[in-house]
């Protein structure tokens, strides 16, 4: 037995076609909530914004034709200029799609989210979406990823990848170099017009030149480095005495100033 279609009432479109409109839902949601195929509510949506201006025709003198198209090309002028204003303003946006998320307001009273995305160039599938975090594995890795790389800085992803494998567990070098990306670990090593002088216009002497270190107390020299802690990473400053090697004065901070 055939089963009858399905027949609709012409209010019960437009509060479709309204919904749909407003933006606040998808076309899924909508679909799931009133039982109409998405194809329908599309089309319901086109019919209502094609048949909008019949609304107010009702007790309107009617226009002369030349005035009419005089409107009609005005109205075209205006809606090509706001699209022009409307890519001016994408372009000078921030291109951060995190940035853009935060600008929107889902809770707007008169914008939808649908609007909102339009004007700031941004998908709504992007604002939807959840951004995925590293997993507990990834993080595990990272962390050795990081000692080793300390221990040794001039290790390539190879022997990276060599030195954290374990007999239970094989770690692929394409993951060490995604890791070390996300991370923003680098290997040391000689780039090339490594000796090439510099082109500052000030260069400084080396006043030990020829100077016999003979005694201690005669030259100091200073020096600062990061020491990684549990929770971050410390500045050492330390000055050490030429002739016996002796430090003289260090201090530990975690700050760059003067001090």
């Known amino acids: 037995m055939n089963k009858s279609p399905r027949v609709h009432t012409p209010a019960f479109k437009a509060q479709v ?12 949601e909508i679909d799931a909530q009133h039982q109409v195929h998405v194809k329908l509510v599309q089309a319901w949506n086109k019919q209502m914004l094609e048949q909008a201006a019949t609304v107010f025709t009702s007790g309107v003198k009617p226009v002369a034709a030349k005035d009419t198209a005089a409107q009609q090309a005005e109205l075209f002028e205006q809606i090509g200029r706001l699209k022009m204003e409307l890519e001016w303003v994408k372009k000078k946006l921030p291109p951060s799609c995190e940035w853009k998320r ?3 307001e889902s809770s ?3 914008l939808s989210v649908r609007r909102q995305c339009d004007l700031l ?3 709504r599938s992007s604002f939807y979406a959840e951004p ?3 997993s507990a594995e990834d993080l595990a890795m990272m962390e050795r990823l990081d000692r080793g790389h300390l221990e040794r800085p001039f290790l390539g992803t190879r022997k990276l990848a060599t030195l954290v494998s374990s007999p239970g567990e094989a770690v692929n070098r394409k993951r060490v170099q995604r890791l070390m990306r996300v991370m923003g670990l680098e290997c040391l090593f000689p780039r090339p ?16 030149k020829g100077v016999a270190i003979d005694r201690p107390g005669f030259v100091w020299s200073a020096d600062i480095t990061s020491v990684p802690m549990p929770s971050g990473f410390m500045d050492l400053v330390a000055t050490i005495d030429w002739f016996s090697r002796l430090v003289v004065s260090w201090r530990l901070s975690n700050t760059l100033d003067g001090s």
């Open 132 to 134: 995925a975090s590293a």
């Open 17 to 28: 076609a309204l919904v749909a409109l407003k933006g606040d839902r998808t076309l899924s």
């Open 121 to 123: 160039g941004l998908n």
């Open 193 to 208: 017009k490594c000796r090439v002088t510099s082109r500052c216009p000030k260069k400084y002497l080396y006043l030990l």
């Open 102 to 104: 935060s600008q929107t």
């Open 108 to 110: 707007h009273d008169e």
